[in-house]
């Protein structure tokens, strides 16, 4: 599934996309040899995982005057390396394919027009310190070695210039950058785009209350004020009930009127993340397309940069996904919390190309920030995603694995920012991410 389009100047493009795939097949070649003149060894990094969602659901929060990291801070965080007692597997290179234009899917009749086309951003302006993206691959490496897949990808100047893959998919077949993986709670920042998409479109007001009337879910009046904003920032005050997620039948709307009953909890206003507002938000995504959540996620995020493939965990596992040990079953309840299945190329593709006016909704405490830059984790029992936005907007890494060799989705970031940091020529130590 090639998927990308080459911009204004595709003779450029292809140019590029030949000098990248010779610069990437050169180091994997010396990886192969033997050769470590590129390779900087980037630790394993992140607390041993007691629960699901472990990285986000703690009881940590944030007050509404808190202050994120900025991403000039240079405070490395302090973590434990994880077990990494899983059975190796032989990861599998997959190389740039030529670029190629695919036309997007025809919006639905009931849905608003579908987003245009989102154009290349201007080149970087700054080469990049290692263009064999050395600590990159050894990044992926170390993720690869000791889960049963793994996939990742860097987008640089909204193009795809660094995709690897390993382990296999249900059909048997390798497994690519462009492989859909269960990604958990990076779901959470898809579904983030999508309402930035509608907010721009007039199809919502993110400072207006929730519209509970429109999603039809039942709810104590003292929820009537609490607005969209409010729930994009986990600061509505709606109950973690992390556990419960997990556990039972039924889909998101089946689950989230139980925690509607009674007024907001007293933390409101402050940080406290809830899958239920990610829950609530993908309903209203629904309801204000009229598609289901991942045609409207086709449509409003991975439409504009010529991506597909995402589908959902309610519908089951495709033969060229790659398996989720546990089977997707009892991830669907999550809805827009977590329920997408995606490839990394896609999910880097995506936020590779963020106009300003995504930018103005995608705001911390929504997103996670660190020195690098800003993104979100996702962490549940058989599988861990990282995606990160670094420099400033021009470069994107998505990571995603299939085991659980690493702790949780922070853990996976641990591994891949620094490392591509460190290609980029940007050292900062240890990720340290608020909230």
């Known amino acids: 599934m090639n998927r990308w389009r080459s911009g204004a100047n595709p003779q450029a493009a292809h140019t590029r996309a030949k000098a990248l795939l010779l610069a990437t097949t050169v180091a994997l070649v010396a990886t192969s040899c033997g050769a470590q003149g590129d ?6 990094a992140g607390p041993p995982a007691t629960t699901e969602q472990s990285d986000l659901e703690s009881d940590f929060s944030v007050s509404t005057d808190s202050v994120p990291a900025t991403v000039n801070s240079t405070v490395p965080a302090t973590t434990e390396a994880p077990s990494t007692t899983t059975t190796t597997t032989t990861p599998t290179t997959t190389t740039i394919p030529p670029t190629t234009t695919v036309p997007p899917t025809a919006p639905a009749t009931t849905a608003p027009p579908a987003a245009n086309t989102i154009p290349l951003p201007p080149p970087p302006e700054r080469a990049i310190a290692n263009p064999f993206f050395g600590a990159s691959n050894e990044a992926f490496d ?3 070695s000791t889960n049963a897949a793994a996939s990742m990808t860097i987008v640089r100047g909204g193009e795809v210039v660094f995709s690897r893959g390993s382990g296999s998919v249900i059909d048997g077949a390798a497994a690519t950058g462009d492989s859909p993986m269960v990604v958990a709670s990076v779901s959470k920042l898809v579904v983030a785009v999508a309402i930035a998409r509608l907010h721009e479109q007039g199809l919502i007001d993110i400072a207006a209350p929730m519209p509970w009337t429109d999603i039809e879910i039942p709810h104590d009046a003292a929820w009537a004020d609490v607005t969209i904003r409010e729930i ?6 709606l109950a973690k009930a992390r556990f419960s997620w997990f556990t039972g039948e039924g889909t998101c709307r089946d689950h989230v009127p139980s925690l509607l009953t009674s007024p907001p909890r007293e933390h409101r206003g402050t940080w406290v993340y809830s899958n239920g507002n990610y829950c609530l938000l993908g309903l209203l ?6 598609l289901t959540l991942d045609a409207a996620l086709q449509q409003l995020v991975f439409d504009p940069v010529a991506a597909d493939g995402v589908h959902l965990t309610v519908g089951g596992l495709r033969p060229g996904d790659v398996a989720h040990p546990d089977g997707v079953e009892r991830l669907s309840r999550l809805g827009g ?4 299945i995606v490839s990394t190329d896609d999910t880097a593709l995506a936020l590779g190309r963020l ?4 930018l103005a909704v995608l705001q911390p405490p929504g997103v996670f920030t660190d020195q690098y830059g800003w993104g979100h984790t996702g962490t549940v029992d058989g599988a861990k995603a990282c995606i990160w936005v670094l420099d400033g907007g021009e470069t994107v890494v998505s990571a995603t694995i299939a085991g659980n060799s690493v702790s949780a989705g922070g853990g996976v970031c641990d591994i891949v920012v620094p490392a591509v940091g460190l290609d980029l020529g940007v050292d900062l130590g240890r990720p340290v991410r608020t909230p």
Do not use: K, N
Request: aromatic fraction near 0%; proline fraction near 7%; charge should be positive.
């Open 39 to 44: 390779r900087v060894a980037v630790p394993i």
């Open 142 to 144: 170390r993720l690869a």
């Open 232 to 237: 994009l920032d986990h600061r509505s005050g």
């Open 285 to 290: 995504v629904e309801q204000r397309t009229g």
């Open 337 to 340: 919390a977590g329920t997408l």
């Open 355 to 358: 106009t300003p006016a995504d």
